[in-house]
């Protein structure tokens, strides 16, 4: 490929040629055509839908955020060369893209990117996965379907569910919903198939599922321990655990006043939701200067582990946040911009491709450092 800076046409994406090698490499253009579905009755048309994924992943990428913007790259040298085009797809090609979108393109876009990621480990040797799972919000303005008001975040929007690799930060899965659905919603569905998958189509010695206390609840637990995978859950503060939490403190009377005293134990502990009991770790903690204790609580099936063990792998979970912020700022996946609920999570899913294909970039062509 030879690139002249002659002063003839110029760009400000020649970037992009970088990216486009992955997607040849990862023969992005010949899975999509095979596994992603669309309601699609034209007879004849100047853009395939595969295409215009593809434009729409390059926009993501370079960093623009709004359909909008493809009138104005309609000519842009690197995306006719990458796309391979005398002009790429306007504005009003890509909305009626996103309008052939449905249940089953949504499925099937989850498909394509389970198969990139796959393609990613295999040539990684990865043996060994962390699933970490969480909620976030996305904004609406106006009168988006399935939008609504979330307590917790005090505005309107989305909540989808979200799951990243806790040791490569890939994006595993996202499920877009309303706004007012709770924190846990949904996760047996979300979960069960991640979890099928890479125990029988890339087996792995070990699958941990982290989650953070607003996923304290028996449909995970029971979702994990049927298919045989450990999970390491913060639960939430309650009377019971508590009690049973002072119950176990020793308070050390050799312990200087003023410097911070830590103390961490296990115990068997059964909600009153819960068909048995189950191991915690308790971490007991006084601020120097301080009176009481604070204490912080795991759920755990890794019964072998130490407590402050637990707490440290519980704590890496953090790195998922940053994921998350970069999935919203880097590739737009909060950007909702569409009036249906099926476009929108397209859209999502649009950016979760767009994610993926840099991390496995950075995976399998960049050095460590």
Known sequence: LHIS???GELSSDAGLVLIKEVIHKLDFADLAQKLVSFKDQRRYYQHSNVS?????LLQKIAGYATDQVATSLRFDPIFKLLLDKPAIASQASISRFWQRCDETTITSLQVLNQTLLDRGRLTTNQTELIIDVDSTHSDTFG???????????QTNGFH????FDGQNEAFLAAQLRPGNVYTSKEIHSFLEPLLQHYQNSLPCTEILVRGDSGFATPELYDTCEEHKAFYLVRLKANRRLRDLAEGYVQIDDEQQWDQTEIHYYSAKYQAGSWDQPRQIYIKSTREAGELLFNHEYVLTNLTKLTPETAFELYQHRGQMENDIKEAKEGFFFDKTNSTGFIENHARMMLSVLAYNLVSLFKQLSLPPQ
């Open 160 to 163: 989808p569910l979200v799951a």
């Open 5 to 7: 800076h002659t002063g």
């Open 143 to 153: 009168n988006q379907e399935s939008s609504d008001f979330n307590a917790h975040y």
């Open 52 to 56: 215009l994924m593809e434009q729409l």
